[in-house]
């Protein structure tokens, strides 16, 4: 059973929107124009006492422009001093958004939506309250209040809406929503994650039929991608659980079924100057022992193909594979040369999934990677290459070699600090 919702009357909700960032001057825009109607996840989560991440309403069709700019100028007399707000407009869809450091407003002119092919954008037109609220991904989320006008305060809903708010059930508006559009069902899953919502037997059955059907396969890898990255900035990744039960991670060709309890571990040991979502995507990429995808070669081609920054795609690549095999070198008592040799071209977050697999193993080996982050991966020389070269040496690659034999002695404990002691055994090091 989904976690039930609590249904508050109107006047609760907009009583709760003048605590969130924006819901004022939302409320001052209203009295202003009749059109302006809140919908979406702040209905359906002030309520119950749930804070949205940000606010959605709806004006009337050719209206989200200046209504943008008139929130806009709202927003800005309460921060004077602060650079001028710009709406981000986008034409197409008749939207326009928001965003603040406080918060973010997305205002949308009320459409009726249509799918000219399975996983396009849709085409749209201005459409009326009801068309607007039949565009909607899942019955909880199609639900509006009239902020403005003679209907302020008015609450309207699609069938079942209400019901499943109040069962914490999460439904579909009608049977080809998840062909229509297939980001829907990685929405699914993180929905049923974040709220506590259960999936409605039907709406499953249509999941699991359009997973069946490659569905995935219709809509662009940035689209899919865009969706993904908001499970790594939700406050926890259980979305990602959720999307391996439902089929979704296997049907997009990643491990079947994610580690959160690897990405627990890594997340504890990591440091604060690592990324905490790309540690989310490396252990979602992260090949289980002896089970089936991703290689290496597979996850870098669907890295193209959700289009990653090459840079972030190199970074994930790093953490998510080879780890298992330098975790199984990691010994409780390993010398820190050693852990440098094995850790030194990692990223941080790889090293955390080192250390959450060597913890695994050991208690002790765990520590050991713990050691590395938390102290040891600090521990640098105060003499560098033109040191060297002062002293004779010629340019080249035996410059970098005597630095690095320092720097073992150095952590180790061999070598005392200071200029001189250091400079001297990068000369008389072994190469």
Known sequence: MGQTRTIGGAAEVLERLTGVPGGPELLALARRRGDVALVGGAVRDLPCGVWPRELDVTVAPGASAEAAAALAALLGEQEPQAEPLEPKLHERFGTASLAWRHGRIDIAERRAESYPAPGAL??????????????????????????????????????????????????????????????????????????????????????????????????????????????????????????????????????????????????????????????????????PAGEGPPTREQAEALMERLEFFAELRSRILAAAFGVDAIAA?????????????????????????????????????????????????????????????????????EIGLRLERALDERLDGRLQAGRQAELRAALDAEL
């Open 122 to 287: 849709p085409d749209v037109r201005p459409g009326t309250l009801t068309e607007d609220l039949a565009r909607r991904d899942f019955t909880v989320n199609a639900i509006t209040i009239a902020l403005g006008g003679e209907a302020a305060g008015e609450l309207s809903a699609v069938e079942h809406a209400l019901e499943d708010l109040a069962a914490g059930r999460l439904r579909v508006l009608h049977e080809r929503s998840f062909l229509d559009d297939p980001t829907r069902l990685l929405r699914l899953a993180r929905y049923e994650a974040r709220l506590g919502l259960e999936i409605e037997p039907g709406t499953l059955a249509l999941a699991r039929a359009a997973l069946e059907s490659g569905a995935l396969r219709s809509i662009s890898g940035s689209r899919v991608a865009s969706e993904l990255w908001l499970f790594t900035e939700e406050s926890t990744v259980e979305g990602f659980t959720a999307l391996g039960e439902l089929g979704v991670l296997g049907s997009l060709g990643l491990p079947g079924r994610f580690d959160a309890e690897l990405h627990r571990e890594a997340s504890w040991m990591m440091p604060a100057d690592g990324i905490h979502e790309a540690l989310a995507m490396a252990v979602l990429f992260h090949p």
């Open 329 to 397: 070198e990691i010994e409780p008592r390993i010398s820190p040369s050693r852990l440098r040799a094995l850790l030194g071209d990692l990223p941080l977050e790889g090293i955390a999934i080192v250390g959450a697999l060597a913890g695994r193993r050991s208690a002790g080996a765990g520590e050991s990677v713990a050691r590395w982050l938390g102290e040891l991966r600090h521990v640098r020389l105060q003499i560098g290459g033109e040191d060297l070269l002062a002293a004779g040496l010629g340019q080249g690659p």
